[in-house]
């Protein structure tokens, strides 16, 4: 495995490996792996002949408000963890090396970001969608896998990799969770005792919407208060936003039908967690 740390060398690197016939599965990361991350390597590995793995916590994507310095970092670790997961090149670059100047150019993701994370976190997906230009260019993917943990990000890249026409197959890997529920999360090492054991509340809401949704129910606003009242009495935390649209596309809904998306963001005192379920109604 190879560690790479700029961007003349991994793209001479990548130009020269795809100039061989060789496929490249690329899977995007912030770093701190835990087992989702490993999930989408698990899943790439086996699809691909040269698995990329990036580190890369974002600047473009934090608000000034948001946690980019406290962000949880230990590269020693993720090296390991990417060395036994069969990675054959992390890419590693600094902030500096990813954005030497000001930029003369950004990317603006102008539908699916008026919703969920994109109302409450601004210019978050313009961010990620603009480091991904970046990434798809230098990397040159052939497969590029997203969490759905992330639902939102997953249906921006679909958005992006569709307009903008990078040869890159989309391919959307399962939320993994702990065993009692709660989506693995790199922010999860903020919570307290007393608010990992309330976490898993979020997914048992969301599995609560599905129950009573398969029993009938069809109307969202009754749905969403439903979770809220239960997040409510067993959180000691803000909900930032409970949602429901149409997926991918994130339109609103009057009545659920077809493919849905169900998806909250909860403030605890240090960490905000998001989870969805994503669900088909006849
Ligand atoms: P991050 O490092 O948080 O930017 O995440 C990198 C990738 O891992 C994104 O595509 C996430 O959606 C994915 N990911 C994070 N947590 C999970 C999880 N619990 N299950 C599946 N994928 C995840």
Known sequence: MKIITTIAEM???MTALKAQGHTVGYVPTMGFLHEGHMSLMKTARPQNDILVLSIFVNPLQFGPTEDLDAYPRDFDRDHKTAEAEGVDFIFYPSAEEMYPQEASNKVTVQQRTNVLCGKSRPGHFDGVATVLVKLFNIIQ??????????AQQ???????????????????????????????????????????????????????????????????????????????????????????????????????????????AVRFSKARLIDNIILEIE
């Open 11 to 13: 793209q001479k690197e």
């Open 141 to 150: 993917p052939d497969r590029a896998y997203f969490g759905l943990k992330d």
């Open 154 to 264: 997953v249906a921006v890249v679909e958005g992006l990799i569709k307009d903008f026409n990078f040869p890159i197959e989309l391919v959307p890997v399962n939320t993994i969770r702990e065993d009692d529920g709660l989506a693995k999360s790199s922010r999860n090492v903020y919570l307290s005792k007393e608010e990992r054991a309330q976490a898993p509340e979020l997914n048992k809401g969301l599995q609560l919407a599905k129950a009573t949704i398969e029993s009938g129910e069809r109307n969202p606003q009754n749905i969403v208060r439903l979770i809220n009242k239960h997040i409510t009495d067993h959180c000691d935390a803000e909900v930032d936003y409970i949602e429901i649209y149409s997926y991918p596309e994130l339109k609103k809904l009057e009545t659920l039908s077809g493919k849905i998306i169900i998806a909250l």
